[in-house]
C-alpha cells in the first residue's frame, strides 16, 4: 500500500473549519483513500473514503486532488469533541490484504 | 446502529498466563480485523478473517491465535502472556473483503499484564 504522509499536529479554532492535509503521491489507481480519527483510547472511528471524486458525509469532506496524490479532509465546523488523532491512510482495493495500515496521523487540538 | 463488541472491557492476567478476547461483528458483517495498540503507539494489524478463513496475517505472535465462528464472531487467543502483551486490542469488522469496505472498530479490551 501507498505510504501517506500527514503533518504530525494541528491546531483549529472551536467553529471554524479545520483542513487536514495528507500527502500519498505513490498511490496506485486502485487505492482508495481513507480517513479515521481516535479519541484517547477508544477505538479508530471511521470517517469517510474515496478513489478519485470529492465525498461528502455528515461527518466531513473529502477532497481528492486531481493526479490522487494528495487530498484535504475538512471538518466544516470543527467542536472540541473533533480533538483526535486524524490517520490518512491507503488501501488497495483488492481482495488480497485487506488490512488498514496505520501510520503516523496528525493530532488535530481544536481550541475554545 | 449496532457497533462492533468487544469483551471483555478490561483484563488483568499475570505473566505466562492465557488470555482470550471475544469480539462480535455488527450484523450481516463476515470480515473481522484484529489490531493491537501499544503505549503511545499507533494500531497494529495482528490478523484477519473473512467467511471463517484467515484472509490476511501481521505482526500476530506464535503465542497467539485467532479463529472467526460460524456466526462470525471472533476469538484471540493469547498464550504464555508477557509483560509486553499489555496493550489496547481493537477488533474490527466489515461487510466483504477488501476496500471499498470500511472497517468499524469496537471500543477495545485493555489488556494489562502483571
Known amino acids: 500500500d501507498a505510504k501517506t504522509t500527514q503533518p504530525t499536529s494541528m491546531d483549529c479554532a472551536e467553529g471554524r473549519a479545520a483542513n487536514l492535509p495528507c500527502n500519498h503521491s505513490t498511490i496506485s489507481g486502485n487505492e482508495y483513500v481513507y480517513w479515521y480519527r481516535q479519541i484517547h483510547s477508544q477505538g479508530p472511528q471511521y470517517i469517510i473514503h474515496g478513489l478519485k471524486n470529492n465525498e461528502t458525509n455528515e461527518m466531513a469532506s473529502l477532497i481528492i486532488t486531481e493526479d490522487r496524490k494528495s487530498s484535504t479532509l475538512i471538518l466544516p465546523h470543527a467542536t472540541l469533541r473533533d480533538t483526535a488523532v486524524y490517520y490518512c491512510?491507503?488501501?488497495?482495493?483488492?481482495?488480497?490484504?485487506?488490512?488498514?495500515?496505520f501510520g503516523e496521523g496528525t493530532q488535530l487540538t481544536v481550541n475554545p | 446502529a449496532a457497533g462492533v463488541i468487544q469483551s471483555p472491557r478490561h483484563l488483568i492476567k499475570e505473566k505466562r498466563e492465557t488470555a482470550t478476547l471475544k469480539c462480535y461483528p455488527i450484523p450481516r458483517h463476515d470480515t473481522v480485523y484484529w489490531y493491537q495498540q501499544g503505549p503511545g503507539q499507533d494500531p497494529q494489524f495482528l490478523i484477519s478473517f473473512y467467511e471463517k478463513m484467515q484472509s490476511d496475517k501481521g505482526s500476530i505472535p506464535d503465542r497467539f491465535s485467532a479463529q472467526q465462528f460460524s456466526d462470525y464472531h471472533s476469538e484471540l487467543n493469547m498464550s504464555s502472556l508477557e509483560l509486553g502483551d499489555s496493550a489496547l486490542y481493537f477488533c474490527?469488522?466489515?461487510?466483504?473483503?477488501?476496500?471499498?469496505?470500511?472497517?468499524?472498530f469496537g471500543n477495545g479490551t485493555r489488556l494489562t499484564v502483571t
Open positions: 491512510i491507503v488501501r488497495v482495493g483488492e481482495t488480497s490484504g485487506s488490512r488498514l495500515t
Open positions: 474490527a469488522s466489515s461487510l466483504g473483503l477488501g476496500a471499498p469496505s470500511p472497517l468499524h
